[in-house]
Each structure stands twice: as C-alpha cells, then as structure tokens.
C-alpha cells in the first residue's frame, strides 16, 4: 500500500498562474482532506470531502477549488496564484465515519509562487 | 472562538530526561485529540489519540499523553528522551459534532541534546 500520494513534490509558479495539486489514497477511505502548513501557524485545513461526491470549506478556504474526482482522488486547483499561496501543502484521508477519525497524510507538495 | 494552543516553539531537552510538551484547547465541549510527529520534510505521523475513558493514553515510539478536563490540556510525554526523536510535534483537535474539522495547533520542536 502506498497509502496518501501526492503529486508533484515541489512547484514554482509565477504570480496569476494556475496549477492542480494531486492527491490519490488506496486505503479506501471515504474522506479526504487538503491542508496548507506556513511557519508558526501549523497545519490548517482548506477544503475537505466527507465522502464522494460532497465537498466543504474548512479554514482557510479562499483562492482555491477542489475537486473529489471518484473515491480514491482529491485535487486542489489553484485558479490564479498569489505569493500569499507559497506553502506546504498536505493531503490527508480518512475512514470518516468512526469515532474520532484519525488522518493520515500525505508527504507533501512544497509551492513557491513568485 | 475554537483555538489549539501549544506555548513552546522550541524545546531542548538533553538525552535521557525527560521531556513534556504542552498542548491547550479552547472548545465548547472536550473534542478528539491528537498528537502527531513530523520529521524534517515529511509527512505527519499519529503518536496519539484520546477519544474517551482512560485519561492517560499511550502511544508509539514511548510517548504517552495525559487529559485534564479541568485544565483543558493534553500534554505529551516521554520519560527519556533520544536523539530520534528530535522533530516537529503538533497538538490536533477535532469537534466530536464534526470531527472532519481537524485544527492544529502551531507545533513544538524538539531538539535533543547529546
């Protein structure tokens, strides 16, 4: 199992460009979340999908789309970056429905725009 | 407003003592609780999770985490610290009414001393 695949690993993008950020799991988990981590403020969510076909806004939800493609997939577009979107990004999944539903993530996709 | 605190940016302990790590929340009522490592340029790892009953919970690689309801806490601990665990450690909650809704706090690192 290769668990939380995200792709790509690293991206450099100019101010205005648009870009999708990847996010595939096999553990068949109902739930799949986006995440963005900048220094001294720890990870905070951006979107998430409870199950397929439903998506939601979580913190910090503004500049960005996603899309829950089928049950395995979950991508991230950004439709114009900003340098205020230079980040970490992670992707998490989850099973969903049990008590407490703990995440596991992904390794992460490092975004500069400049 | 919800909120996770974790007070100390950075720790340095030497290797062998012991070492805690502080985590604080601020919800309505008791949410799950997490605990995740993160080494340089990884992914986040689960050490951790308490959902209810036992108030002390233990976790992987010797670390244990302590509720206190009444200090709206969950604190981490390890008895001896080793050069391994040197790492970003973060405190994460989720609202038992939506327990998508993860937020963590902005995270510990943990420098261990020769």
């Known amino acids: 199992n290769a668990g939380v695949t995200q792709t790509p690993k690293f991206q450099v993008l100019k101010t205005g460009q648009s870009m999708t950020l990847q996010c595939a799991q096999d553990?068949?988990?109902?739930?799949m979340y986006w995440y963005r981590q900048d220094p001294g403020m720890g990870l905070r969510l951006i979107y998430y999908?409870?199950?397929?076909?439903?998506?939601d806004k979580g913190e910090v939800p503004n500049g960005y789309n996603v899309s829950r493609l089928n049950k395995r997939e979950f991508s991230l577009r950004l439709e114009s970056a900003a340098p205020s979107q230079t980040s970490v990004y992670f992707c998490?999944?989850?099973?969903?429905?049990?008590?407490?539903?703990?995440?596991?993530f992904g390794p992460g996709t490092r975004l500069t725009v400049t | 407003a919800q909120s996770v605190t974790q007070p100390d940016i950075h720790i340095t302990v030497s290797e062998g003592a012991s070492l805690e790590l502080r985590c604080n929340y601020s919800?309505?009522?008791?949410?799950?609780l997490f605990w995740y490592v993160q080494s340089p340029g990884q992914g986040l790892q689960l050490l951790l999770k308490?959902?209810?009953?036992?108030?002390l919970v233990q976790g992987i690689k010797g670390f244990e985490a302590e509720f206190k309801r009444s200090q709206s806490s969950f604190n981490l601990r390890k008895p001896a610290g080793h050069w391994s665990d040197a790492a970003e450690y973060l405190c994460?909650?989720?609202?038992?009414?939506?327990?998508?809704?993860?937020?963590f706090g902005a995270g510990t690192r943990l420098t261990v001393k020769p």
């Open positions: 998490a999944s989850s099973e969903g429905r049990q008590v407490g539903n703990e995440q596991y």
């Open positions: 553990m068949n988990h109902n739930s």
């Open positions: 999908s409870a199950s397929e076909g439903t998506t």
């Open positions: 919800y309505g009522a008791t949410p799950y």
């Open positions: 308490y959902f209810s009953g036992d108030t």
């Open positions: 994460a909650v989720a609202p038992r009414y939506n327990n998508n809704d993860m937020r």
